[in-house]
């Protein structure tokens, strides 16, 4: 039995609390915890039906569950009026993934093994993506700049229907180009970016019918619990004197990917780092890509338009994990100690955030 799975226990206790309306921050504690055996079975789960699909399908299929968590997150804390803490989510989530997620899997792959290879191509196209994310990303906030002078004017809530007209069209086009990245990746350039062979594949200890039933379990609960970990957000943030970016960028955002941070790093550490990269990477350019996007269009649906005009801080962080992961990932190849240089460059953005003033 994997310890882990004792903290399922904390589920039942965050219900109680949640009814009961115990202290927020019990609530937070109890529903964090509880969210991390169920990325455990998310990773399980999503490993049996890698074996059965490749690691293109595999990485796609869990960056996919991984990031259900955190679309519902953002839906609630939109409909919550918390603009500020989803768009501050996103971000965090595309800079934990190609930093957090991406250095813990090469150190802990890197200590197992000297040297781990992936496919160039695979990393080369994700890479790609991520630097269209960014300029995509940059593109609004240079635009309020340049037509007001400064970022504050609009950010968070839409105010200038020129910025909402805008991001409507950015995300469009973001939305757009995730969709012809599938088509690339899964149909017309599959064998180019696909993943291990069928001897590779062999050996998945779940059968595919219960994997895909234990996924959708688990997702479920971890969604529930997220949601009430959210609920908690701002009680918290007012008790513990933190800021709603720190806990958007990485608080929230650390617990709503654990299920990518503990799949990927069990497949580097099997020497599977294509699934490990899909997973990780591909979850940032999903974010980017799709989920971002998709929220600008939820949030107008729901009466709190939310536009793609993000903190300057956080603009250049990611343009930073960015540009660092394009240099690390491009050679093929990994060890610990890029990992290592990818966790310390994410501490050092994670501290910047804690001091940034609200």
């Known amino acids: 039995m994997n310890p882990l799975n004792l903290l399922l226990l904390f589920i039942p206790v965050s219900l109680a609390l949640e009814v009961f309306h115990g202290p927020p921050l019990f609530v937070f504690i109890s529903a964090g915890l509880a969210i991390i055996p169920l990325a455990g079975w998310m990773g399980n789960a999503t490993e049996a039906l890698a074996?059965?699909?490749?690691?293109t399908w595999g990485g796609l299929l869990n960056a996919t569950f991984g990031n259900a968590a955190e679309l519902i997150i953002a839906v609630f804390a939109i409909r919550a009026g918390l603009i500020r803490v989803v768009e501050a989510s996103i971000t965090g989530s595309i800079i934990g993934n190609l930093l957090l997620v991406v250095g813990a899997s090469f150190l802990a792959g890197g200590i197992k093994y000297k040297t781990q290879r992936f496919n160039r191509d695979l990393a080369g196209m994700h890479c790609a993506l991520m630097m269209m994310s960014v300029v995509a990303l940059m593109v609004p906030a240079l635009f309020v700049y340049t037509s007001h002078g400064k970022l504050g004017a609009v950010q968070g809530a839409v105010i200038d229907p020129r910025v909402e007209s805008l991001s409507l069209g950015v995300a469009g086009v973001l939305i757009v180009v995730y969709a012809l990245s599938l088509v690339f990746s899964l149909i017309t350039h599959e064998s180019l970016l696909?993943?291990?062979?069928?001897?590779?594949?062999?050996?998945?200890a779940m059968a595919p019918s219960r994997a895909l039933g234990l996924l959708l379990v688990a997702t479920a609960l971890l969604a529930w619990q997220s949601e009430m970990l959210v609920g908690s957000v701002e009680a918290v943030t007012a008790s513990l004197g933190?800021?709603?970016m720190f806990v958007g960028v990485v608080i929230v955002a650390v617990i709503g990917n654990a299920a990518e941070h503990s799949a990927a790093i069990m497949f580097a550490l099997r020497n599977q780092m294509d699934v490990a990269l899909n997973i990780a990477v591909g979850s940032s350019t999903q974010i980017a890509l799709f989920v971002a996007p998709l929220l600008v269009f939820v949030s107008l649906a729901m009466g709190h338009p939310m536009s793609l005009v993000f903190h300057p801080f956080e603009l250049v962080s990611v343009a930073f994990a960015a540009t660092i992961a394009v240099v690390i990932n491009l050679d093929g190849?990994?060890?610990w100690f890029e990992g290592a240089l990818l966790l310390g460059t994410y501490a050092i953005i994670a501290m910047a955030f804690f001091f940034i003033p609200g």
Do not use: I, V
């Open 333 to 335: 190849r990994s060890n």
């Open 51 to 55: 074996h059965r699909l490749g690691a």
């Open 194 to 204: 696909g993943g291990p062979t069928k001897e590779e594949a062999k050996g998945a």
């Open 242 to 244: 933190l800021t709603e």
